[in-house]
């Protein structure tokens, strides 16, 4: 700090102007003004300045620390991508290659912020940190539109707590995976011996279709066997809607003696069970079964979520949420443990579990911390499964005329979730199942009040729909609005197709469940039935549908992007050939092009989940999720693609980006 120190501070009126001597630079007698020089303090010494600058930078290291380890999602960089195949959108597919833009700049929000061709781009961010592709192909983040809660936990530790019996080939071949998991996992049988019952040998993924019989497993082929038959043992079927137990695990669950002829508990032919439970039957053994630890469950999402992004999924909606779950997420998030975007169903089963909260639409979160989360669905649940011939259908199934399947829940059930403006997604596998439901969704859109646009008019909850109800105008429109989906949609009445889109009903559809049914599914329908089972491109063609939202059913299939895209072009197994003939899909007519697949984990998964204002394509203003991949899959082979049919199954990112920043491979 500098000081001015006055050289004439004993100055009396009249004195001489100053004093040579005092450093004023004025000789004696002078009547010149004086001169007043600037005193400069004592520097600082030299250790407290060091002192301080160490202090600073410390602080500045240590917060940069905290912003990019703790702060979700993490800042992303201001860079420029160029020279790449890049396909904005799936419709850009039909544009000529010279005549598309192959450069994008991401902005530090994480968002896309220009646009162009790469001299452009170049041209005007010649300051920012360029990524050359080298014509690699960039594709919008894929989102996977169907899986479920207990997916991330099956996905996630299959490897270490659950026995992985998918693909088995018979009854013997699950018991001898299930033998070799006790030989890596001593602790189930020590548990055992010790009489405790924590330890359970828990499993995944059988299908009596691919044995001899195809017939329903008895707990008596478990209990068979020395090292089975002592420890409680649970087994899920690959659709999660049948479990297969021994007689110790059914020991302690509660079977109901006389549940008047549920024929969701399968029995033989004196009435005891056998140790297959369908759907809602499940819980009765389920429920016994240690819970697993919320360390568990964050653990085993974080692996899932590491595994989807290996694959080049980006987001994925959950259609099996508890309000816990939620509560999981956000703390994920917030450590910065969910690199992928989650839009989440409230799984409403049964129906009266969700009707008791009640869910009020202040629940409803958009697009928590970034969009990482968006729950503003309500997830219910129909019918069963076809595989377990649980589907509820119209007439008996073909190859088995005692079962017709069953309905969970009634058209009422789906009405009342409604009157809470929630998004309704509904499991819907049988032609009966899907008439239910498109009934009820006809009927509430006639009972519509546009008074009261939350609440449906109250009707006679006794009455069951009719698909001859007349909606108005404005009912349709409301309904449009709400974007139900019907989840699966997989066996339909012909005259129940053009209803989808006239009510506004999005059709999520898993185009790999065609590939894993199409060896029975002929057998079970019949040759009339299956004509309008599995449908895809007729969805966009014929009744002009404008969404089909595109998934796995992760576990139930593999949650690889790839193999769906392969299933819905070319609806063959693996080794190409399928029921229908060597190199010839099954119902080839259903066939959608790459780049309607492309749409179906993209735009339309956007557009289902009410997020197409900042996901699904690439476009200034978006959030700039992005996957890169080393070849042009896109690219139809007639077109001059490289990539075969075959090729689509061997295919890999090369990088993964959410919100600017890359959680797999690199750039």
Same mark, same amino acid.
């Given at each position: 700090m500098w000081t001015v120190v006055a050289g004439l501070r004993n100055r009396r009126p009249g004195a001489p102007a100053a004093v040579r001597g005092r450093n004023n630079g004025v000789r004696a007698g002078s009547t010149a003004r004086p001169k007043f020089r600037p005193e400069r303090k004592k520097p600082a010494p030299l250790w407290l300045v060091a002192a301080v600058f160490s202090v600073v930078v410390l602080q500045l290291v240590f917060a940069i620390f905290v912003i990019r380890k703790f702060a979700y999602p993490p800042p992303s960089e201001h860079y420029l991508v160029f020279n790449a195949t890049l396909y904005t959108s799936a =419709?850009?597919?039909?544009?000529?290659? =010279?005549? /598309?833009?192959?450069? *994008? !700049?991401?902005?530090?929000? @994480?968002?896309?912020?220009?646009?162009g061709s790469s001299d452009e781009m170049k041209s005007r961010y010649w300051h920012l940190k360029h990524y050359n592709m080298n014509r690699r192909t960039i594709v919008p983040g894929l989102t996977d539109s169907h899986a479920v809660r207990r997916a991330y936990l099956q996905a996630g530790s299959l490897a270490t707590m659950r026995a992985d019996v998918t693909g088995a080939k018979s009854t013997k071949d699950v018991v001898a995976r &299930?033998?070799?998991?006790?030989? +890596?996992?001593?602790?189930?049988?020590?548990? +055992?011996?010790? @009489?405790?019952?924590?330890? %359970? &040998?828990?499993?995944?993924? %059988?299908?009596?279709?691919? %044995?001899?019989?195809?017939e329903f497993?008895?707990?008596? &082929?478990?209990?068979?066997?020395?090292? &089975?038959?002592s420890i409680p043992v649970l087994l899920w079927r690959v659709d999660l809607h049948a479990v297969w137990c021994n007689s110790r695990a059914l020991e302690l669950s509660d079977v109901p003696i006389d549940d008047n002829g549920n024929s969701q508990i399968i029995r033989d032919k004196h009435g005891d069970p056998t140790g297959v439970f369908l759907d809602a039957a499940m819980d009765y053994v389920v429920r016994v079964v240690p819970p697993t630890t919320m360390e568990e469950s964050e653990k085993a999402v974080e692996v899932a979520a590491d595994m989807m992004v290996r694959k080049g999924l980006t987001g994925v909606h959950d259609a099996a949420l508890s309000l816990e779950d939620i509560q999981m997420f956000k703390k994920l998030i917030d450590n910065g443990k969910l690199p992928v975007r989650i839009y989440g169903m409230i799984f409403c089963d049964p129906p009266q579990k969700c009707l008791d909260l009640p869910l009020l639409p202040d629940r409803i979160m958009n697009g928590y911390k970034h969009g990482l989360l968006t729950v503003r669905a309500v997830k219910l649940v129909m019918d069963g499964a076809l595989g377990s011939w649980g589907a509820a259908m119209v007439e008996p199934y073909a190859d088995d005329k005692t079962k017709s399947g069953f309905l969970l829940m009634s058209a009422v059930d789906v009405r009342n979730m409604l009157t809470w403006g929630y998004q309704a997604n509904v499991h819907c596998i049988g032609d009966l199942a899907n008439k239910v439901v498109l009934d009820a969704f006809e009927a509430i859109a006639g009972s519509y009040d546009a008074a009261a646009p939350h609440l449906v008019v109250e009707q006679d909850v006794q009455r069951e729909f009719g698909e001859d109800a007349s909606s108005s105008t404005a009912g349709l429109e409301w309904m449009r609005s709400l974007r139900n989906r019907i989840e699966h949609a997989q066996i339909l009445r012909e005259e129940d197709l053009p209803r989808f889109a006239r009510l506004g009903i999005v059709p999520s559809i898993q185009p790999v469940h065609a590939t894993s049914d199409m060896g029975y599914a002929t057998r079970r329908l019949g040759p009339d039935r299956v004509k309008n089972a599995y449908v895809q491109r007729? *969805?966009?063609?014929?009744?002009? !549908?404008?969404?089909?939202?595109? $998934?796995?059913?992760?576990?139930?299939?593999?949650?690889?992007?790839?193999?769906?895209?392969?299933?819905?072009?070319?609806?063959?197994?693996?080794?190409?050939?399928s029921p229908d003939g060597d190199e010839v899909g099954w119902q080839s007519h259903e066939?959608?092009? /790459?780049?309607?697949?492309?749409? @179906?984990?993209?735009?339309?998964?956007?557009?289902?989940?009410?997020?197409?204002?900042?996901l699904g394509t690439i476009a200034v203003g978006k959030w700039a999720d992005f996957v890169v991949y =080393?070849?042009? %899959? !896109?690219?139809? =082979?007639?077109? @001059? $693609?490289y990539v075969g049919e075959s090729g689509l199954l061997e295919i890999l990112p090369v990088a993964t980006v959410v919100g600017g920043v890359v959680h797999y491979g690199r750039l």
């Open positions: =419709e850009s597919a039909t544009t000529p290659l =010279e005549m /598309r833009p192959d450069a *994008f !700049v991401v902005g530090s929000d @994480g968002r896309f912020e220009a646009i &299930l033998v070799r998991y006790l030989n +890596a996992n001593p602790d189930i049988e020590r548990a +055992a011996a010790s @009489g405790s019952n924590t330890k %359970w &040998l828990l499993g995944f993924g %059988w299908d009596q279709t691919l %044995w001899p019989n195809a497993p008895n707990k008596t &082929l478990l209990d068979s066997h020395p090292r &089975l038959k007729r *969805f966009l063609q014929q009744y002009a !549908v404008p969404h089909i939202a595109l $998934g796995s059913d992760f576990p139930v299939e593999s949650m690889d992007p790839m193999k769906g895209i392969y299933a819905a072009t070319t609806r063959k197994w693996p080794n190409g050939s066939c959608l092009t /790459r780049a309607e697949a492309l749409k @179906g984990f993209t735009e339309s998964a956007a557009y289902a989940s009410f997020q197409e204002k900042d =080393e070849h042009d %899959w !896109v690219r139809e =082979e007639e077109d @001059g $693609g």
